[in-house]
């Protein structure tokens, strides 16, 4: 069982910054990608960023050249790093992270979420 824990959320003004933290316990396992999703409003959860265990990464569009995701594969440990914030970034960001063992991959777990909300 992979247990996943985001820190790090606030309120910030616009072209502000912050940096969300993410920790997942894997236990025996090995913790695979590990990724940032975000939900305004409505039920539809938006990738944010994607990063692998080897570090190659990728951002939706909205978020490229502001955001940036990184690890740390001893701790995992994920953070996103994410600067000139708009109000449009405003939403619950959520940590994820998928967990391998030598019998495959399982689906990832998934954080309480943090909220972050970007003041105009």
């Known amino acids: 069982q992979v247990h996943v824990v985001e820190s790090g959320g606030g309120l910030v003004q616009s072209g502000g910054s912050l940096r969300l933290s993410c920790a997942a316990s894997g236990g025996k396992f090995d913790i695979y990608d590990m990724a940032w999703y975000r939900q305004a409003t409505g039920p539809q959860r938006e990738l944010v960023a994607r990063?692998?265990?080897?570090?190659?990464?990728n951002y939706a569009d909205s978020v490229k050249g502001r955001f940036t995701i990184s690890r740390n594969n001893v701790k995992n440990t994920a953070s996103l790093q994410m600067n000139s914030l708009k109000p449009d970034d405003t939403a619950v960001y959520y940590c994820?992270?998928?967990?391998?063992?030598?019998?495959?991959?399982?689906?990832?777990?998934w954080g309480q979420g943090t909220q972050v909300t970007v003041s105009s």
């Open positions: 990063i692998t265990r080897g570090g190659s990464t």
């Open positions: 994820t992270a998928q967990a391998c063992s030598a019998f495959g991959c399982y689906n990832p777990a």
